[in-house]
């Protein structure tokens, strides 16, 4: 599937040119491939590609310290595509690639692979009580060191169609690169390209995971201590060229690092053993080097694979403080340019925190979030955020924070991709090595325990139920849980009085959208939340009596809110000038009935002030309210809702400012 978000290449042809006139182009580019098909022959300008070299950290004059980015050509990628199809099908009917290999393989991922891991290495720590070692080896440049020749030649010897692999042999046959540089995106010459697959190509992946496939056999004849799933004997785990090898001995442990370099000597790789790390599962040890073959492994305590830190007790402490730190250092970066350069719009950063920073605190949840004391630390995060956009004060309902910027917990979020991710191993091949973890931790109480919680928190069926519902359905129910969850906490804070009537869980409120003046929105804000800094807020802080929260104003009452916004006489001639704009939308007494009561008639309200100008109907009632007093509140978030920018917004900022 063509993506509208992709770079072109040296045609500088967007991808937005082929999807927006799809029928046009369709047979053109039909009748072009069917062309390649048959000549053999491809494009001259597909042989090139734009590099952009993205830096990743340390000195900037290092070109190791460089990611390239390869730019090509779109008309490329969509007959490239054609041909990956091709290669996909092939490997699945010959059951090409071995099970321990997971890159960038339909039905794989990365929290699979770590599975994976965590299940061996929780299996012969906390079953047997013996150590797993691990060594995380890293190849130099690896997709960019593989010599053609040697691939052309293990595809040879299997039985793929000699027409497609003469057609991957065009596609790599004299490709040359250019490298974008400088502020003004210059290009330098075009130097070639002679060994490795092609970067930026979508069969890189494929070509790649073929060309060190047989590495696996290599390994599983020469570790005879490797430890096993399921009764398999897995000496190394595979994601395109990230690799780790595992062993229940040093010995086993040596014996297969000497013979992956035997391998990397003979397949032209080259082992970085200054990235390259040894981690033994059930012994802290301390940072130390073990001379191997003439070089230096460093023995390590933590170390991250797959974007997710294993420590070697299994804790999930260093992931957790790695994320909360990277994910605080993303959110200040959204609160400066928030309030420097976002014109405090609060659409914009909410996008943002959703899209930056909850793929941050999410990722690999599947593995490390069972603990709900860990995900309530992430938590702490999100309503940290929606208090700081809001303009709350510390002491904020989580649940009407949520509930206001229409934001889901942590929690519920972490819980949909849990149950989606066992759900789907539970339908998986039986050959899928994540599913053969999942049925090996399934059978542990622990395990079962932390799945019982959780759907006994949302009420769901169990999990052999829930095998037959799609990821859309556990999201919904989830999701529906969490709102009612929220709702209760709401409704029993300080908003109850107007929540369930103005307020719709799980959207953003639309005076967020429509009240773009910062101050006045903030002023709304803490009105809504009865956060405005009265005697009665302040009180519940200096724990003073009610009896003794008096506004200084000389009707000797409890300054709450009702009375500041409704009755203070300090405030009468700007409650006077502001209520005048209000439309004239209640004509009589019936009318404020009608609107106090939410379409329920309350027979003892009586009105205590002026609401519209000389002459309105509503005019010199005044005695004070003797029905519950939500009724003025309601009147207040029902109309001036409507109004905020102009009425209520201007009020709570000009009495915060006097206060």
């Known amino acids: 599937m063509l993506s509208g978000d992709k770079s072109p290449g040296e045609d500088m042809i967007p991808p937005e040119v082929f999807l927006s006139n799809q029928s046009w182009w369709a047979p053109i580019l039909a009748s072009l491939f069917t062309t390649i098909n048959a000549t053999l022959k491809i494009p001259p300008n597909w042989k090139q590609s734009i590099v952009i070299p993205i830096h990743k950290k340390g000195d900037p004059q290092d070109p190791r310290n460089y990611r390239p980015i390869s730019l090509l050509d779109i008309s490329y990628k969509v007959y490239s595509r054609f041909l990956l199809e091709k290669l996909i099908e092939w490997a699945e009917e010959t059951k090409l690639f071995h099970p321990e290999q997971a890159g960038f393989r339909k039905g794989h991922s990365t929290s699979g692979q770590c599975l994976v891991l965590l299940t061996l290495i929780d299996k012969y720590l906390n079953r047997f009580n013996c150590k797993l070692h691990a060594a995380f080896v890293d190849l130099t440049s690896a997709f960019d060191s593989i010599p053609r020749d040697r691939l052309w030649q293990k595809l040879s010897y299997t039985n793929i169609d000699k027409r497609l692999l003469l057609l991957l042999m065009e596609i790599h046959n004299d490709i040359s690169a250019r490298v974008k540089f400088g502020p003004l995106g210059a290009l330098s010459d075009s130097f070639p390209l002679n060994k490795g697959v092609k970067q930026g ?15 696996v056999t290599t390994m599983k004849a020469l570790n005879q201590s490797a430890p096993s799933l399921q009764q398999l004997k897995i000496p190394i785990l595979l994601y395109a060229d990230d690799m780790v090898i595992l062993s229940l001995t040093k010995l086993g442990l040596n014996n297969t690092l000497r013979g992956l370099m035997t391998y990397c000597d003979t397949n032209s790789l080259k082992i970085n053993f200054a990235k390259t790390k040894i981690l033994t599962f059930g012994t802290k040890t301390r940072k130390s080097l073990w001379n191997f073959e003439g070089h230096s492994i460093e023995y390590c305590s933590a170390f991250k694979y797959l974007g997710i830190i294993f420590q070697h007790g299994l804790s999930w402490s260093a992931h957790l403080n790695t994320t909360i730190l990277a994910a605080r250092r993303t959110i200040k970066a959204l609160e400066k340019f928030y309030y420097a350069k976002g014109g405090q719009l609060v659409p914009p950063i909410r996008k943002a925190f959703i899209s930056k920073v909850l793929p941050m605190l999410l990722y690999g949840v599947e593995i490390w979030g069972w603990n709900l004391k860990t995900l309530q630390r992430l938590e702490i995060l999100q309503n940290s955020f ?4 809001l303009g709350l004060p510390k002491g904020s309902v989580a649940a009407q924070l949520r509930t206001e910027l229409g934001l889901p917990s942590i929690v519920a979020r972490a819980h949909i991709r849990i149950i989606s991710f066992y759900c789907k191993l539970i339908n998986a091949p039986g ?21 019982v919680t959780i759907t006994a928190r949302y009420s769901l069926p169990n999990l052999d139920s829930l095998s037959s519902w799609d990821k859309h359905k556990i ?38 959208i429509d009240l773009t003046e910062p101050n006045f929105r903030r002023a709304f804000t803490m009105a809504r939340f009865h956060s405005i800094p009265t005697a009665f807020l302040q009180g519940i802080y200096s724990k003073t009596p009610i009896t003794q929260r008096l506004c200084p104003c000389t009707m000797n009452e409890v300054e709450d809110f009702i009375h500041f916004f409704f009755y203070c006489p300090i405030y009468e001639p700007i409650r006077s000038k502001l209520l005048l704009l209000i439309p004239s939308t209640i004509t009589s007494k019936e009318d404020c009935l009608e609107i106090a009561s939410c379409g329920r008639k309350s027979p003892n309200f009586t009105w205590g002030g002026n609401l519209h100008s000389a002459g309105s109907e509503t005019q010199g009632y005044s005695d004070r309210v003797a029905c519950p007093r939500p009724g003025p509140v309601l009147i207040l978030l029902l109309l001036l809702t409507q109004y905020a920018e102009s009425v209520l917004g201007p009020f709570c900022a000009l009495y915060i400012s006097a206060y």
């Open 201 to 215: 190509c979508l069969l890189a992946p494929f070509l790649f995971n073929f060309y060190i496939n047989d590495i």
């Open 431 to 451: 050959s899928l090595l994540a599913r053969q973890a999942f049925l090996t931790c399934s059978q542990s109480n622990k395990w079962s325990k932390a799945m």
């Open 475 to 512: 999201r919904a129910w989830i999701l529906t849980r969490d709102e009612a969850m929220d709702r209760a906490q709401s409704t029993s804070a300080r908003l109850s009085m107007w929540l369930p009537k103005v307020k719709v869980v799980r959207s953003l409120a639309n005076y967020l």
């Open 386 to 389: 929606a208090r700081k956009v």
